[in-house]
């Protein structure tokens, strides 16, 4: 191939300098709608696949700007990672998810019996003194630690091992369960399973969905259950959308299911009517 023509370098350097203005109006938009409380949380179950019931909620971010314009975690989290926004997100978010588990507590008079899973970025665990912050979520809303579930996923362990295992056992001190996101599809060194307190993997929903059709995925989700198990964790699959699949990952021995099978990521009133219908059945 020949040097590229003055036309095709000019296109290039356009679409760089449009994805590059893009983000940065979107980053701009972001830090605004943290300090203007645009943000909210959904809530999706994650259930016992063995009897279907309710244990956790994971808190998801969402956002709707003044627009009305709904924007994806898919696109606003890397966004907010690259900017370091994740870390007044993050904060926000752990506050959020605890004042909403209070409320669900005080509308069931006494506690809801669940816990809720917050993710934590590899980049807010990097640049936050994130064990405070879980510590001051559950001072200031009455919780223990233990109605916590907090997702990590494999690349803030890449990052720096050591300093990660402290935060780790930080964290555990304080209650929480610890959760690995997305297994699977990150680091492949397995070595850091056996010495970090991890008490539930994830199985990233890339391997669970289609596993019913495809042998490859099934091996895969196989030998992930057979490590945790040999391991002593807990198992959640995501990407849980048909009965069948329930019914399969259950009989694997896998713990937990989520996904849209059971519900999709709701509003809070919505997920505490789920919660109240639940416990009156
Ligand atoms: P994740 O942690 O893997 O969260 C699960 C995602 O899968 C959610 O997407 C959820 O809506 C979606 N999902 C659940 N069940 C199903 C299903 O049965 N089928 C399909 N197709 N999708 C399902 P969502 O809410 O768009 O979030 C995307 C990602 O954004 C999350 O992936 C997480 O990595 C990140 N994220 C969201 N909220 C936060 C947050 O507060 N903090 C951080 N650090 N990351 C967040
Ligand atoms: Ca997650
Ligand atoms: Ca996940
Ligand atoms: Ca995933």
């Known amino acids: 191939k020949g040097a590229k023509t003055g ?3 000019e296109s290039y350097q356009t679409q760089a300098f449009t994805l590059a203005r893009e983000r940065f109006a979107m980053e701009t938009a972001l830090r605004r709608a943290i300090d203007d409380r645009q943000l909210r949380l959904a809530f999706q179950p994650i259930c016992d696949l063995a009897t279907g ?6 808190a998801l ?3 709707r700007d003044p627009q009305g314009v709904e924007h994806q975690p898919s696109d606003f989290i ?3 990672e690259e900017s370091g926004l994740i870390v007044p997100l993050g904060r926000w978010a752990m506050d959020e998810a605890a004042r909403t588990l209070r409320w669900w507590d005080e509308e069931c008079g006494g506690n809801c019996g669940m ?4 993710n934590l970025s590899a980049i807010q665990l990097q640049r936050d003194d994130i064990t405070p912050v879980v510590e001051a979520a559950l001072i200031r809303h009455a919780l223990s630690g233990d109605r916590f579930v907090l997702e990590l996923t494999e690349s803030a362990i890449v990052t720096d091992p050591d300093r990660i ?7 555990k001190a304080l209650g929480t369960t610890l959760a690995m996101d997305d297994f699977g599809t990150g680091y492949s060194n397995l070595a850091y399973l056996q010495k970090l307190p991890i008490d539930i993997l994830k199985i990233d929903r890339s391997f669970v969905s289609g596993m019913l059709a495809d042998r490859d995925k099934i091996a895969i989700v196989r030998a992930v259950l057979s490590l945790a198990q040999a391991l002593g964790m807990r198992t959640t699959a995501e990407g849980v959308e048909s009965n069948e699949l329930a019914q399969t990952l259950a009989a694997l021995g896998c713990t937990f299911g989520q996904g849209y099978l059971y519900a999709r990521p709701l509003e809070a009133s919505d997920a505490l009517r789920m919660i109240v219908a639940a416990r009156t059945a």
């Not at 019931?53 to 994971?58: D, K, L, P």
């Not at 816990?115 to 917050?118: Q, S």
């Open 61 to 63: 971010a969402r956002w």
């Open 53 to 58: 019931a309710i244990v956790s909620f994971e």
């Open 7 to 9: 036309r095709q370098v």
């Open 78 to 80: 890397p966004v907010a």
């Open 165 to 171: 295992a402290g935060i780790m056992h930080g964290l």
């Open 115 to 118: 816990r809720v899973a917050v």
